[in-house]
């Protein structure tokens, strides 16, 4: 039943890459401290332990408010991520969901920043390098060569290279 859920979301998702001027045309005012506050903490929590089944709901939340809102803009591109796996493990759609909220933590946590979409994404692959690592805790036979490599980049430094270069293909 998780899987069903995942693959939905990620249709969702896809769904927003596809249709965004029509989804985003019934927009509502801007967002609020305390909305703002929730999706940080939100953001969080998803790093910490992407697949908590408490976080279900404010994943779903999340997704639907940054939809609605005019004032906090992300842009999802999962190319940073390569290939996340079997969808029905739930962990692809955990890694993306987290990947999102990242972003948009980080435009809410740094405003200066809100046009530069690449530190926008670099802390978007940054959070969804943190839920890779949560979700191997958990099911160490989860492995992914690509998210691996993103890891030794970061502890290298080289995580902000990859991302400028990797933006290039990103629309």
Do not use: N
Not at 60 to 68: A, D, S
Request: net charge neutral.
């Amino acid at each position: 039943m998780y899987w069903a859920r995942t693959v939905c979301f990620l249709l969702f998702l896809a769904a927003l890459q596809v249709f965004p001027t029509q989804i985003g045309a019934r927009q509502r005012g801007p967002s609020t401290p305390e909305e703002r506050a929730r999706a940080v903490q939100t953001a969080k929590s998803l790093q910490a332990d992407p697949l908590a089944p408490t976080l279900q709901g404010d994943r779903e939340w999340l997704v639907k408010w940054l939809i609605e809102i005019p004032d906090i803009s992300v842009k999802m591109c999962t190319t940073f991520l390569g290939d996340l796996g079997d969808s029905k493990s739930g962990y692809p759609g955990a890694i993306i969901a987290t990947m999102l909220a990242s972003e948009a933590a980080f435009v809410i946590e740094h405003p200066e920043k809100a046009k530069d979409v690449e530190a926008i994404y670099l802390a978007g692959v940054d959070g969804a390098i943190h839920a890779y690592e949560a979700i191997q805790k958990k099911e160490m036979s989860y492995r992914l060569a690509h998210l691996d490599d993103l890891i030794q980049k970061r502890d290298q430094g080289k995580l902000k290279d990859y991302v400028h270069a990797t933006a290039k293909k990103c629309k």
